[in-house]
């Protein structure tokens, strides 16, 4: 059994959203177990997303990389992505508005090609027709734009692409966030097996916590383990860490903030004043599945104790065995207690 409340009080939560940095993040790990990018490969066999597939995702995918290599958060990745679908609706093309007899504004003939469509004084022909290359290109200019957070998604690529009509990209603004978003997850639940191929982790067998890596409950080293990127003060094994990122994006894109995260790993000292502080609702110490660092506890957004028909709840229930967590029988009303709607753990992805 586990802590009935854990909840965390007068701490500012560090809602930095570095999930937001799309999969560096989960190269970030204390141990540095887990690493993962967005793999164009991957992206390319995805289910088509808001009209776009195979290689148009593939090249999504190469803008995002090249985003968050720079430090770049989902905001400015997803510009990225819009002005692509706003100039080549995401394909590589070899041309440009040339063959519609466009020129430049002092009448000589526009020599834009790409994903960007980028003319000529942008780099070579070869770094045009290079993804990778040319959305770093982009990124480049976007962040010399001043105060380029500040202005709408369409202004700012406007601001780079330096277009004729400034709002000319914002009806791509949608179908480009659902594209990052669906990608994000997508790399991120790859991201999940790179960390369960290289950590020393149990193959998941679709019960709960137990021992792993050799280490005693509430004896793991942190150098073991990765924070949770939008509570970093939290930490779960590795794969765990990796499939909660999974599900938050979703989680995210649903509710418009990340899970509110109260617990994650809890050493044997931990586990010891919680026992103190709340005596026949918390597991003996060197018991709990919180020990394991593959159990987390969820609050409401103002970090208080959810219950069954909260309707963060109703979603885990109908969403988290996708991610590999569950909530526990014993938890569950008519379990042998104590009921905890709020306490949810890490079985891992079958």
């Known amino acids: 059994m586990n802590v009935r409340r854990w909840l965390t009080v007068g701490t500012a939560f560090v809602a930095a959203v570095v999930l937001l940095l799309v999969l560096p993040a989960l190269g970030a790990s204390v141990g540095g177990a887990c690493t993962g990018e967005i793999d164009p490969v991957t992206a390319a066999a995805h289910e088509p997303v808001a009209g776009y597939k195979g290689d148009q995702l593939a090249n999504a995918a190469e803008i995002m990389t090249a ?6 958060d989902a905001r400015a990745q997803t510009i990225g992505v819009m002005t692509a ?31 960007f469509q980028q003319q000529e004084w942008w780099g070579t022909v070869a770094e045009r027709m290079n993804p990778a290359t040319a959305a770093r290109l982009f990124f480049e200019r976007l962040v010399k734009v001043t105060g380029w957070e500040n202005l709408t998604p369409s202004a700012a690529a406007h601001a780079v692409q330096i277009n004729a009509d400034p709002n000319h990209y914002t009806k791509w603004y949608n179908a480009a966030a659902e594209v990052v978003n669906a990608l994000t997850t997508a790399g991120m639940i790859q991201a999940t097996m790179n960390c369960a191929a290289a950590g020393d982790y149990p193959p998941p067998t679709g019960d709960g916590p137990g021992e792993w890596g050799g280490y005693d409950n509430g004896q793991i080293p942190v150098s073991a383990l990765q924070q949770i990127p939008w509570a970093p003060r939290y930490l779960l094994r590795a794969d765990a860490t990796a499939a909660l990122a999974a599900m938050n994006v979703a989680f995210r894109s649903q509710f418009g903030y990340d899970l509110p995260i109260n617990d994650g790993y809890r050493d044997y000292a931990g586990q010891v004043e919680a026992k103190r502080k709340y005596g026949n609702d918390a597991a003996e110490p060197g018991t709990s599945n919180h020990g394991w660092a593959l159990a987390i506890d969820i609050g409401d957004r103002n970090h208080w104790a959810i219950g069954f028909s909260h309707p963060i709840y109703l979603w885990l229930k109908a969403n988290a065995g996708r991610y590999g967590w569950a909530h526990p029988d014993w938890a569950e009303p008519g379990g042998v207690g104590p009921d905890e709607a709020w306490h949810w753990e890490y079985y891992g992805l079958l």
Do not use: F
């Open 67 to 72: 985003g968050s290599k720079m430090g770049l």
């Open 85 to 115: 679908m706003g100039e080549s609706s995401l394909k590589n093309i070899t041309y440009g508005d040339d063959i519609n007899g466009v020129t430049n504004p002092d009448g000589s003939p526009t020599s834009s090609i790409g994903l």
